[in-house]
């Protein structure tokens, strides 16, 4: 019973997928909301992934600490779902929210197999990790609320 439950669950989430292909930037956003589960966070990161401000806006709506929550799974991050999570960070949320963004990646580094699909990251998400870890650095050195050069460097040394 519980296998037809989940097979049901990802039959309906194959139709939603579907539904999101070919959806303009106005009517993804429609979308974008705090998933609950692993399920509905791959779903949405599908179908978003390719629109790094979509993503940005799809990070701001979910509470750091759900990112190891819906990722404590093995197989729930996907490489390239971690890779665009990075890219949107970097590009959108780390000028208006460096504090947050920080914790973002705190979490998302608790997930599970993150040491595997950190290290499989592509040249532009490693880069893009680079230049966002500089600008933390950066508000860390203006006194920014939230963020401590420890801290950084700790979560830096995750990620790079």
């Known amino acids: 019973a519980a296998g037809e439950a989940a097979s049901s669950a990802k039959r ?3 139709r939603v997928e579907t539904k999101l292909e070919g959806l303009s930037r106005d009517q ?4 974008i909301k705090a998933p609950r589960t692993a399920l509905e966070a791959r ?4 179908s978003i992934a390719h629109d790094s401000k979509l993503v940005a806006e799809w990070v701001e709506v979910v509470p750091p600490k759900q990112f190891w929550k819906l990722f404590k799974s093995a197989g729930s991050l996907e490489m ?27 979490y998302l580094a608790k997930s599970s197999r993150f ?3 950190i290290a499989m990251v592509d040249e532009e998400t490693t880069e893009a990790l680079e230049t ?13 609320e939230g963020l401590d050069a420890v801290e ?3 979560i830096k040394d995750k990620y790079l």
């Open 152 to 154: 950084i460097e700790s």
């Open 12 to 14: 309906r989430m194959g």
């Open 43 to 46: 779903t949405a990161l599908k």
């Open 115 to 117: 040491a595997l699909n």
């Open 80 to 106: 390239d779902h971690l890779c665009a999570i990075v890219r949107a960070l970097s590009a959108h949320c780390v000028r208006v929210g460096a504090a947050r963004t920080l914790q973002v990646l705190r």
């Open 28 to 31: 993804l956003r429609e979308f």
């Open 132 to 144: 966002m870890f500089k600008r933390l650095e950066a508000e860390a050195d203006k006194g920014v």
